[in-house]
């Protein structure tokens, strides 16, 4: 960026601090490995209920099975991960991005 | 008063309430902003329960309560891909698309890309998904309102999907966003309303022991065990590997097509940050995770109290087991009267989810025609914003009038199908090219149309040639064979193809602006620059 310091945008400035960087770190790094996770678990699911009928069908309690059981937990991760998110959201991402948005936009915008 | 009349009483009281709503709110829609984005003043919470609305389609209440009733089970993996999806928004796409984009979905594709051939590209998307998902919903209409309105003739079907167009042309074009978005308001209270009555009744005729009402519904399905267990509807048949890769496919393209549906993403625009744009998806991931909970209460209670070969009979596809399951479980408690009642308020209930999701549609699809393809395609963005809205308004109309006569030709066909293809485009086509989009530095435009148009083009051809088009009984056309791809969903192939399109056609074209990239990256997570709402 040294060279182009002076012709560059605001956004290209700020995208270069630190500030920015770190913003986007601690987005991209909840984000990006929640999402990997969230799918392979999915998927698991999927794929033992295509490939492990005998597993899934296990009772374990009464008529309840593991399938049902597993898809309640898939239940049960969308809720905590979307509560999980808010809270990382609150506390590490909003006060970031307020800020940087303050100083961009001044206070003649609010 | 017979149920038939007591239902129809009850929709038309909810059809004059919402189009109250929506001329109130015709008053106070006066620019683009009102009219696309319903002002981008409406709270998280209004606008979860409104994503609710919108999503919770006919398909998903009876549908999922049907297969369920019929086959156990293997219903439940739909309801789990359809809210798992809505983590892929959550944390990938709702906030990020509020802050870029302005009224829909090509506002944030087309942000740092040459914007005609983009804009061409994801209108023409936005515009094949919504149609293939308003076709099947209106054939649906038409189908259902002889189960719940005892309408059976060919006059009265045509009918019906004649008033359910002029309904949702009527709240799209005077309401705009602020009406359709009150009509999804309260057509997910009247829905949850509705859903969790009969479910606290079913479960209280089984002492609220889950246990013994799945041992019930295994008892009357007449397959015993098997009915809780994976399996009856997919990969019991013949090709093992097939319908296990199905299952696969179906369940990649559930997941992954949700946040790339047009009628979903606008919805993110109608509130006033992105803190509120979050608020809202996690609103919906509650009031959808709760319903789909609430709808296996309803399939395997109607299998345990009604009896599969019941459902059955009534509709093979089984998308009378929930209103059937009202009427018998009012039966029991509170005798005939109550049945009666019970299964009025159901059948209008369903009738109002469709009407809710048509209207969604609607708007979805004329407003990418008017803002994408009319105003920066054809006008080059001079068309004034007035201008701009009227061609909207006038879109609206002709995609209605488009709809209710195809939904009529197309009654007595098996177009089921269509939802999952929207499903499968969204996931293959607009996904990749939003997700590249936001994250991705080199993406360009070349990338951004090939990711489009590689999606949609592969989903598209591998649903012709599959069996759900040709070759089988229950294809769309039963009696000619073309059909060389086994699945019935696309997805599996579809989807890596639209990634990889995008992909190879990034790396081709070497086009690359970093100024712009370092607009819409830190636009995205800051909200620096994203519209603001309006309030009058």
């Known amino acids: ?110 | 008063m017979s149920n038939h009349a007591l239902s129809i009483t009850l929709f038309v009281v909810f059809v004059a309430a919402t189009l109250g709503i929506t001329f109130w709110a015709s008053r106070h829609t006066k620019d683009a902003t009102d009219y696309y984005a319903g002002g981008r003043s409406f709270s998280g919470v209004q606008n979860g329960m409104a994503i609710g609305g919108d999503y919770m389609s006919a398909a998903s209440f009876l549908g999922i309560a049907g297969i369920i009733a019929l086959s156990g089970y293997d219903g439940f993996l739909y309801s789990i891909g359809f809210l798992v999806a809505w983590l892929v928004a959550l944390l990938l796409v709702a906030e990020l698309m509020r802050n870029s984009g302005k009224y829909t979905m090509a506002d944030v594709l087309a942000f740092r890309m040459s914007p005609r051939p983009v804009r061409t590209a994801a209108g023409v998307s936005t515009i094949i998904v919504s149609i293939f998902y308003l076709l099947a919903q209106m054939v649906g209409a038409g189908a259902l309102v002889g189960l719940l309105f005892g309408i059976t003739s060919d006059a009265g079907k045509i009918g019906t999907i004649v008033v359910v167009g002029i309904l949702m042309i009527v709240y799209v074009v005077v309401g705009g966003m602020k009406g359709t978005t009150w009509v999804q308001i309260v057509k997910a209270v009247l829905l949850m309303t509705g859903a969790a009555l009969v479910t606290l009744l079913v479960l209280g005729r089984f002492g609220f022991n889950l246990s013994s009402l799945l041992g019930t519904a295994a008892e009357q399905s007449g397959k015993g065990n098997a009915f809780l267990n994976p399996g009856l509807k997919y990969g019991v048949e013949a090709k093992g590997l097939t319908s296990k890769l199905d299952l696969i496919s179906l369940g990649l393209a559930l997941v992954l097509g949700t946040a790339g549906l047009p009628h979903i993403l606008i919805r993110f625009y109608t509130v006033p940050t992105a803190k509120e744009a979050r608020k809202s998806v996690i609103w919906g991931i509650g009031i959808i995770g709760v319903f789909y909970l609430l709808t296996l209460v309803l399939g395997f209670g109607a299998a345990a109290l009604v009896g599969s070969k019941a459902i059955a009979a009534q509709n093979k596809a089984g998308n009378t087991a929930a209103p059937q399951l009202a009427e018998k479980v009012g039966q029991l408690i509170f005798g005939d009267v109550g049945g009666t009642i019970l299964l009025a308020v159901i059948a209008a209930v369903a009738f109002a989810t469709i009407l809710a999701v048509v209207a969604g549609l609607t708007l979805a699809s004329s407003s990418s025609f008017a803002h994408d393809l009319y105003a920066h395609v054809f006008k080059k963005g001079t068309a004034s914003e007035q201008e701009e809205i009227r061609v909207a308004r006038i879109s609206a109309f002709a995609i209605g009038a488009v709809s209710i006569v195809l939904g009529i030709f197309a009654q007595n066909l098996n177009v089921a199908f269509l939802v999952a293809l929207a499903f499968a485009v969204a996931a293959s086509g607009n996904l990749p090219a939003i997700i590249y989009s936001l994250f991705w530095k080199r993406f360009n435009t070349a990338g951004a149309v090939s990711a489009i148009y590689g999606g949609l083009a592969s989903a598209v051809l591998l649903v012709i040639f599959s069996p759900v088009v040709s070759g089988t009984p229950t294809a769309l056309f039963p009696n000619v064979d073309f059909h060389w791809f086994p699945l019935e969903n696309p997805g599996l192939v579809s989807i890596p193809i639209g990634f990889l399109a995008g992909y190879i056609g990034t790396v081709l074209s070497k086009e690359y602006n970093a100024a712009k990239y370092a607009e819409i990256e830190v636009r995205s997570l800051t909200g620096a620059g994203a519209e603001k709402a309006v309030y009058h």
Not at chain 1, 8 to 13: D, K
Not at chain 1, 77 to 97: E, G, M, N, Q, V
């Open chain 1, 1 to 110: 960026m040294t060279t182009r310091q002076d012709e560059s945008s605001e956004y290209e400035r700020v995208q270069a601090g630190p500030e920015f960087q770190e913003l986007r770190r601690r987005y991209r790094n909840w984000a990006f490995p929640v999402t990997v996770g969230f799918l392979v678990w999915y998927l698991l699911y999927v794929v033992l209920s295509g490939w492990a009928r005998g597993f899934m069908g296990t009772q374990v309690f009464g008529n309840v099975n593991v399938a049902l059981i597993f898809g309640f937990l898939q239940f049960v991760s969308t809720f905590l991960i979307a509560w999980a998110y808010a809270r990382h959201a609150d506390k590490k991402l909003d006060p970031l991005s307020d800020k940087l948005r303050g100083e961009m936009e001044g206070t003649s915008n609010e």
